[in-house]
């Protein structure tokens, strides 16, 4: 059994690892989806594009830019790489999976327990909004038709 320090521990060290090396960091190829996140209480911004499969109903590849805390962008690179292969239908229900995990519902199945690290942030509500960022921009991505970079973005405010 992981004692509350332990798991504390191994949130820390993913999330900074994360955000010091992430492996999702720039702008997929083609652009088939673009969508700006901003959050405006800590001024986190992230710029999400996708590339999709042929039929436009599968996520092929995911990559972000951006700047912010830790936190943020530790959850873009997770999320980018959880994406990778879903169906769009699928992403849309692993978004509100995570939006329920961080109100303290339940976690992410065991291929998916990489995103179950950001559970901690769930403890610190003025933190939630730095994790889920990424994850209201890739919704609005899904939802949308943008293939070049607007000034418009989606606040998870």
């Known amino acids: 059994m992981t004692s509350l320090g332990n798991l504390r521990d191994l949130y820390q060290q993913v999330i900074l690892e994360r955000y010091k090396k992430p492996r999702h960091r720039g702008q997929t190829n083609p652009v088939d989806r673009y969508q700006k996140g901003h959050n405006p209480s800590c001024g986190d911004t992230i710029e999400l594009t996708l590339r999709l499969n042929p039929s436009g109903d599968r996520i092929e590849d995911v990559k972000f830019e951006g700047e912010g805390c830790a936190i943020a962008m530790a959850s873009a690179d997770l999320m980018a790489e959880a994406m990778r292969g879903r169906s769009v239908d699928q992403a849309i229900a692993m978004v509100q999976q995570f939006q329920d995990m961080m109100k303290g519902g339940t976690e992410f199945p065991a291929e998916f327990r990489k995103l179950n690290v950001m559970q901690g942030v769930s403890q610190f509500p003025v933190r939630i909004k730095c ?12 939802e949308s038709t943008n293939t070049q ?4 973005y989606v606040s998870n405010e």
């Open 131 to 142: 994790a889920t960022l990424t994850w209201h921009t890739l919704k609005a991505a899904l």
């Open 149 to 152: 970079p607007s000034e418009e």
